[in-house]
């Protein structure tokens, strides 16, 4: 099972809290109007690898960074993307990782496979960006305001979206 991965970008600080490692992967058939980067929605697009690789990259790269997966929107790559989850979460438990998604949690949580990706996310960034409700001033981590900072553990517990509080961006890596 492969990814198709667009770049791997190391130490940004603008897809989650902390500096982070961003795995942009290719493909994305939500085209939201104003989207950032419509050069992503290309489901052909970008190099393939195996979750293995791709986690020896990150490894390598930035041993300390929280992990973010991004797009294109990953979740059309779950089921590789949680393998991918897998063997940085059991490899380095203290990384966070971040999932931004174009589908709301409730849409991920009644799909078999998208599901899959839900127990090794800490935070999923969900829903489409919407134009009418950019805020680039006041919104951290997000586009438009109709999207949610997802708590995913605390989420999957209360069998209901618990949003995610900021109280640990000073330590990006405790859980
Ligand atoms: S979900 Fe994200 S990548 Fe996909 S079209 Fe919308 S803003 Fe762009």
Request: hydrophobic fraction near 40%; glycine fraction near 8%.
């Amino acid at each position: 099972m492969k990814i198709r991965v667009l770049r791997i970008v190391p130490d940004t600080i603008v897809d989650g809290p902390g500096l982070r490692t961003s795995i942009y992967c290719a493909g994305c058939a939500h085209h939201c109007p104003g989207c950032h980067n419509p050069q992503t929605w290309d489901f052909a697009a970008g190099t393939p690898m195996t979750p293995q690789e791709i986690s020896d990259a990150v490894m390598a790269e930035s041993p300390d960074s929280g992990i973010t997966f991004t797009g294109g929107d990953p979740l059309y790559q779950a089921e590789a993307f949680a393998e991918l989850a897998k063997l940085i979460k059991t490899a380095f438990p203290q990384k966070t990782i971040w999932c931004y998604t174009g589908f709301l949690f409730e849409e991920i949580l009644s799909d078999e496979k998208m599901k899959k990706l839900l127990p090794w996310l800490d935070v999923l960034v969900d829903g489409p960006f919407v134009m009418a409700l950019r805020d680039t001033k006041n919104l951290r981590f997000r586009g438009s305001s109709n999207q949610r900072l997802v708590d995913v553990p605390a989420s999957l517990r209360a069998g209901h979206v618990v949003e995610w509080e900021s109280g640990n961006e000073a330590a990006p890596f405790a859980k």
